[in-house]
């Protein structure tokens, strides 16, 4: 059998039955987004790593090493968002062809020094290594959380509401501009869309206002797609889920791409990916409260967008004309043949 | 540039200037072979990442994949030993080609989960990635050390003694097996050296015993090589060294490759790397007492092989002869042409 023929969430599945041990210290262990470890006192540890492999994940042409690095560190920093935690340090994991420019390096550097110098992390190691073809970038990011403000995947409960920050589908709107150069649009919001697809912000600010208020029950980041994510949600938590379509919150601009490349809004919002908002639950009488707040304080708009069912409820998008149809978990996974 | 005209120290040094912040938190950042963290209370954090890149550090005919499994958490594991510390938890992120076996990845795991549990350390998450080409094995290690144990590479003074734990330049005899098939040994000595050189065993028990006796002044682990990375202790710690050559732990079937090989056995021991000993300096009057406490409560041997000079003393290597010749730095690095 090759990893083909699994995927690669079968793959993890597998090996982490290979590996998991239960041991008290281990609060998240193999299998989810980002490991919570018990450290000494209140503060939580938070491990994670994440990758970006040259042609797989980016093609050298299409973005600037500055943004390959800021980019490489922020779709970490959305994990340590995802539980509402504090990043701290970064370390860097590097596989280079023996061609490669030292300006090239520079530059990924400075990106990684950008995007860490915004949210106080530091990078404090890593490791250089030859490789045959490609650039291997690998970051491995810690963080902590203090135990009383965790989110975890886990905590959604029937009747809960669920919210998302900020704007879905711009990122996907973005890869389809890159990938069908004669989609119309005007310059500064093709620039826009651009910068939402290869450096999104990781809620990192908006997570501590949602984990300090108490309200919130589950937390995850959108990195695969709402879809996909909030399965997530529903498997952890044992709940199911309705969607609103005509809540999701699409700019004007993804909707016009949307439109140029025939596709309904919401498939880029559901489906697309890689937008690193966050996705999170709370009580329906508290939902509209923390909204408010986390917009108050962040300046990010957040928008009630579904509800949690119980766990015989199944998953659900109502689309705008009302029709219920099944929630699918649209998202992308590596090896998987679409 | 290319980075091959840099090298991999160089570019290390290059992106470390990019990087690096002055944080109070940060107690060993970029640069080091390990990054050491304050936490809360006593306890610092560790925190450490090595690859594994087919093609460069391992050829798939020649390692199973459990040995390499083990061998990727090893090396990691060493480097938490080199600061006196211990190992808690392991991330590992993989980038593999669409046809790598299911079989293959398993085996991997349970060779990380063998090596995990014998030194009690959990791997509690990862990334999976598609690699176009090649096999590409991140792992990343969390470990703790208490902060009055902690050993670094700059402790060492003039009047020091330099010690080592076990045999060096096993791994490099194994790797001259396989290099060179026709070599003649014992097939029991051959196979010996063959797992010195793919699964040698990380030094944390060792670690200990030198970090909690207090008379230690510095380490590192011997990854490169001894005549490298001894130089590392003496740039952080601005010494010299004067190491003698016949006090180098050298076991008999490694002579006996030398031989066969025709090079002198103290090459071997000094540049031949990946021997995962550690290196470490003591006071003259307590190198010897504590050479013999490791010994009685490891059951590894120890052997002073050197001494620590002023700065102003060099680096030197004293032949078996008694010549004096200067030391130099021959372990590997990336990029680099010999």
């Given at each position: 059998m090759r990893i083909s023929d699994l995927g690669e969430f079968g793959l993890i599945d597998r090996v982490a039955q290979i590996v998991a041990v239960?041991?008290?210290?281990?609060?998240?262990?193999?299998?989810?987004?980002?490991?919570?470890?018990e450290g000494t006192g209140e503060e939580w540890t938070l491990a994670k790593v994440d990758s970006q492999v040259e042609g797989v994940h980016?093609?050298?042409?299409?973005?600037?090493?500055?943004?390959?690095?800021?980019?490489a560190l922020i779709i970490n920093l959305s994990d340590i968002a995802s539980v509402g935690g504090r990043a701290l340090y970064a370390l860097v994991s590097l596989a280079l062809p023996d061609d490669t420019e030292v300006a090239w390096v520079d530059e990924l550097y400075r990106g990684l020094r950008e995007e860490g110098d915004r949210f106080g992390v530091v990078v404090v190691g890593g490791n250089m290594a030859r490789s045959k073809e490609g650039a291997f970038i690998d970051v491995f990011v810690l963080g902590s959380v203090r135990r009383e403000h965790v989110l975890l995947r886990s905590g959604a409960r029937p009747g809960d509401r669920v919210l998302v920050t900020g704007w879905l589908g711009d990122s996907a709107a973005g890869l389809q501009l890159l990938l069908k150069p004669t989609l119309e649009l005007a310059p500064a919001?093709?620039?826009?869309?651009?910068?939402?697809?290869?450096?999104?912000?990781?809620?990192?600010c908006e997570a501590?206002?949602?984990?300090?208020?108490?309200?919130?029950?589950?937390?995850i980041d959108l990195s695969?797609?709402?879809?996909?994510d909030v399965g997530h949600i529903c498997e952890r938590s044992q709940v199911g889920v309705r969607l609103w379509a005509e809540r999701l919150p699409i700019s004007p601009t993804t909707r016009q791409v949307a439109a140029g490349c025939r596709k309904a809004p919401w498939q880029l919002a559901l489906e697309g990916g890689e937008d690193y908002e966050l996705c999170f639950t709370a009580a329906s009488a508290?939902?509209?409260?923390?909204?408010?707040?986390?917009?108050?304080?962040?300046?990010?708009?957040?928008?009630?967008?579904?509800?949690i069912l119980p766990p015989e409820g199944g998953r659900w998008l109502v689309l705008e004309g009302g029709r219920e149809v099944a929630l699918e978990a649209g998202g992308w996974q590596h090896w998987r043949q679409a």
């Open positions: 239960e041991r008290p210290d281990v609060i998240v262990g193999i299998g989810d987004d980002v490991a919570v470890l980016f093609l050298r042409d299409a973005i600037s090493p500055r943004q390959l690095g800021r980019r919001e093709r620039e826009m869309l651009l910068e939402r697809h290869f450096t999104p912000t990781p809620r990192l501590e206002v949602i984990a300090h208020s108490g309200a919130a029950t589950a937390m695969d797609g709402l879809s996909s508290e939902a509209e409260t923390l909204a408010a707040a986390v917009e108050r304080e962040t300046g990010t708009p957040v928008r009630v967008v579904g509800e």
